[in-house]
């Protein structure tokens, strides 16, 4: 078990975290994907909702 928390430390002490600046833009990036994606499926079920309507 010490051994597998040595191994961790190590590991750990390899990672290269990302900046504030990096973190801040990927999350923005994220948000915005986001808000795009939602946008586009409340878009399609709007017209499928509004075409189902316009049949029956």
């Given at each position: 078990?010490?051994?597998?928390?040595?191994?961790?430390?190590?590991?750990?002490?390899?990672?290269?975290w990302p900046s504030a600046k990096q973190n801040r833009h990927d999350t923005a990036i994220v948000?915005?994907?986001?808000?795009?994606?939602?946008?586009?499926?409340?878009?399609?079920?709007?017209?499928?909702?509004?075409?189902?309507?316009?049949?029956?």
């Amino acid at each position: 078990m010490i051994k597998f928390f040595k191994s961790v430390a190590q590991e750990m002490k390899m990672v290269i975290w990302p900046s504030a600046k990096q973190n801040r833009h990927d999350t923005a990036i994220v948000i915005t994907s986001s808000i795009l994606f939602a946008a586009y499926l409340g878009a399609l079920d709007w017209l499928f909702s509004w075409l189902t309507q316009r049949i029956m």
